[in-house]
């Protein structure tokens, strides 16, 4: 625990690597809107590895399957159960667990918490908790874009050294960031990007990145002080995602450098209501929406397997050299931007929900 | 709302710049721990304006007074009720509020959030809020200390362009910290920062800056999969403090650039338990503090009230120009030291008391 | 922990017999609603003892004061902060507790959990507890009253063997509760009842009762399946009164003992909306009100500190003779009338907010 | 919403009659226990319809799948999705809805809710809901079994105008309540109660009744005053299920009428500890465990679904008879008593866990 998120709309998600499957139970869903299984797996297969040539090669198909909640196409407003099995199940393995702790994988930690671990793979670490999260987080969105127009896309703005650049938040959208495997829009970084994960592959090493986000078109107003806050629960969301180390919203670490006077967005008048001229509140003050763009950055530590040789302990403190076999991720961000979307949206729809409390 | 954090141990926090008072109620705190004012007022005194020289000149006092859940200097277990007075109460004051949404500030978003806004200063979004989180942090401190001999130290570590250099996570003390009235344990650089910080107010202005901090001697096991990793509790924790855009933990965004092989933190045999040989993972591997010091930054933009004018819109979307009158903080982050430090404390006792569990 | 009651409209109470004050946060009060410090005394003043000649003759004053959250008589959609300071304060005082656990009191559950317990009075689990839920409730009541015209009507349905009769669900006002010093609608049960009382009291005994509680003019739809139906937040928050020992809506116990066909409430038109003819639903279908009256009863057990010598043993288990001193209320539940209906008020304000999610 | 209960140990429920399957997460059980279907199956089996000649004659099977949180029989500590498939699934059924609501059903309020319903069946209301609970109930109960030693056994205590009498609470055991269909320890009562329910069931019509419940060899100190007291979290848990009308604990309402030299349960020594002479507070004090056995009981109103015609309206007002068709429970309460025990663990779990952190 906690294996919950969101206040109302919220998630309850299950499953480990190994098990019969990952899972979870929407609730909170407003009553009486379209929804089938296409909805969700559009953003499944986005997160999907080996839906390009630069994940691992493992094909895993995640078909979801909706298990309640949905009845002739229309949510119930009851929770929504939903369901994607596992191919590479050993519920019966009793294979010995490795002695070794992989180098800043979730291992040592697990053991350290729980006193047992599951026997392969990340278990509950795994990537693949995050399945619950992306079937959720689709329906998330779609409540959004049909009940206010809003707009979320990520993107991949770094790998290693290589950032994209001319990146116009205002007007990026999904097919531009999925015109290449990579999901950078800026084609130039974007080869350059593929490059270096190719070469940290055939390094047998791994590479970081950064995930940029936009939300457009959120109403002024969602965010809840003082301790949820629109970028507070932002923050948890993404920091929530395996191998993230950072988070900054608007102008970010760069902001703390300026001077108020550069620094703060003048109002100017947009149509009916109030926008700023600038955006490096990146769309939040006082921690509420102010209707401009809400824009932040993702940071990706370097996957934590690698199949070159580390010399490391094993759990009983003795010296050995681990080389860890099979195929690994070398590099998350491009199957983790699905990710990042459908947690931005978890907290949208949550906040956007309790604001309606007010109405 | 929502105006409580933690799961167990958690603050439900009241009052805003120009009410009766603020204040805080602290639930979960464990039974038969001494506790006086004295150890509360102490990190109210750091969090407080007017305690050096580069804040703003108000000396607003701050004395806390605890009102339930402490006998004789004994806690109950029972809720822990605490009231910081304000001496410049207008609770009849029916003045009006400016016409005029101060760019960056939390004017624009209070009032299209709630349709009211208090009449004066900050009102809930105002720093006074915190009061009630530094009060709820010393307890949550003590019990760290006491129970677990855990230290968490923060610092400056930039204000502007000017970088605290050389500080060693292992090693800093509180009273390191405390020895200049910028809290950066880098005479050189606090020096410059000093500066920095006296040229923003001369020139009417403000400058942003990040604050660094260390939590050492953590048990390892801290940390809820998959919602509540400690370093997801963490962001959250940080980014609902006013002003914050950003929140990196270990490497950060630095990590994002690096290869795995450079990046993993080795484990090596420490006494009884592995450790690791680098630090990048800041503490935490799987969202499960790992033994290891958890260190993390937080940045924080320049204040939004500038005495310069600036050209913006009032409500009603018509151009005018404002000029902030009075005195106001030209850089926030010594005194959000202690905000820090206590937003820190609250995570790790919560999440120490919810491991208690499993054992 | 945990002294928080409601999802989004929520209480935190602090405080326990002989500290500072009594108080509570309460937070998710709508924005811009009218209210004074009147508003809620009015309640307080029914909760008091003293306030007629059944209770004790303490007169404790209990004067509230609002912390924060208001300015210039409106809600700021900000918490609430109230305090009611006690008058028998002793915070410093090192009197032995008692060495006699009361039979059926909390004094030794308290020790059992907490390993202390308050050096005198309840402490925590003192009546004084409840003051904060009546502040809170006032507040409830007042949103659900001016925003669906909602009314809750509460009185004392039975004292010992004596029942109230005749007393009309539909019409029944708190201005007729009020009518005499018992709360009792019904004048002739009502002498019975004062006279079941004072016998008590002269006897140095204690004696129970019963509260019947209306709330009229809700809409249909509020309660929140599966978990948080309306019967079951409300059978939460009642037993949470001290002294409470069941819950009954609608038919309650006595439907246990019908058939089908005849507890049926059969539906029928009302107006531009459907009713039922009878109401042993007690408005409630599925854990959803349907709209008629939501109606129940709540036990509460004689009070167990009483003035009669009782056989029992002291905290090593020697056997002792326990004579209570001083002044004792003989009979709660005139007083608990107003705790009733302000935790009504707090968990229909409660689903009532949820429900505007789903507009 | 809300379809989670419990703070730490708890269930997310999801699933209504007619979808693909019932299931739930359950969150918060402790790693390192040894699990498997059959130790969940058990309680489920008692709950299924049709494993006796009293309830309605489908065989639902209700074979209950691990889907996570299991490797190798041991738990590990993360959520276990559980899932049974519903038989009887119409997932793309586009019959009409029935145009009359069932009086005293939930049609009518789910839709006024909601604003649609599930095409047939209960949907969420449907006792199918339970299946969730007593999944997770299962988990609850053999860890409470396993670490504290408590055993929890219900019963049906009445149905109609028969009441079981004789029954022991501190030596009544599971395997004696099983004797019998009905599942009432006394005998001759039970064959009374038997006749009630068949000739209910040859009328066409349904018949109420109560369970008794008993926890013992409870720890004292369980129970979080002041809202989560140990009564007030089981009033919530028994009211949650489907078709109660009332929870009384210890004496209950009958204790209302008595006085407190005869109610009072005088402290007596037992073994090492505390125990009480009598058991009038059902083991519960100042909403906190004593150590005797928690005892009380849950009153459920007739099945509203009965064969016989009644004179209702249609959802327009127009007068209509209705007469429903196909086979229904006549009596809920034989196999309602494994899931007043799920909930019942499930609040002990809860409150166990909880106490835990204060050790």
Not at 134 to 153: D, H, P, S, T
Not at 250 to 266: M, P, T
Not at 280 to 293: D, L, Y
């Amino acid at each position: 625990m906690s294996s919950r998120f969101g206040r109302f709309f919220n998630v309850s998600t299950f499953g480990e690597s190994h098990c019969y499957g990952v899972g979870v139970s929407v609730d909170g869903v407003p009553p009486r809107m379209k929804l089938t299984e296409a909805d969700i797996q559009k953003q499944l297969d986005r997160r999907r590895p080996g839906g390009n040539t630069l994940g691992t090669e493992r094909n895993e198909g995640d078909q979801v399957m909706i298990l309640s909640g949905v009845e002739n196409g229309l949510t119930l407003g009851t929770p929504i159960g939903m369901l994607v099995k596992n191919k590479d199940q050993r519920p019966g393995d009793y294979g010995s667990m490795s002695d070794i702790p992989r180098p800043s994988h979730a291992d040592y930690t697990y053991r350290m918490k729980y006193g047992i671990h599951a026997s392969s793979g990340g278990g509950r670490s795994s990537a693949r908790e995050t399945i619950g999260r992306v079937a959720g987080g689709a329906i998330a969105e779609k409540f959004l874009r049909e009940q206010y127009g809003i707009e979320i896309v990520a993107w991949v703005s770094s790998v290693g050294q290589h950032d994209a650049k001319g990146i116009d938040v205002e007007a990026i959208t999904r097919d531009q960031v999925d015109e290449n495997a990579i999901r950078c829009p800026d084609h130039s970084a974007a080869a350059k990007m593929t490059a270096e994960i190719v070469a940290a592959r055939e390094a047998k090493d791994s590479i970081g990145g950064v995930i940029s986000c936009v939300c457009r078109h959120l109403p002024a107003g969602l965010g809840e002080p003082a301790f949820d806050r629109l970028e507070a629960m932002m923050a948890h969301a993404m920091l929530s995602i395996p191998a993230t180390k950072g988070f900054e919203i608007g102008s970010g670490f760069s902001g703390a450098r300026r001077r108020g006077s550069d620094h703060n967005d003048l109002f100017v008048r947009k149509g009916e209501q109030l926008g700023t001229l600038t955006n490096n509140s990146g769309g939040v003050q006082g921690g509420i929406s102010n209707g401009e763009p809400v824009w932040f950055r993702v940071a990706f530590k370097p996957p934590a397997t690698i199949g070159l040789p580390q010399q490391t302990v094993d759990y009983t403190g003795k010296p050995t050299t681990l080389e860890a076999k099979g195929r690994h991720d070398p590099c998350v961000v491009p199957r983790a931007v699905a990710i990042v979307e459908s947690m931005a949206a978890l907290v949208l729809a949550d906040l956007a929900l309790i604001q309606k409390m007010r109405n």
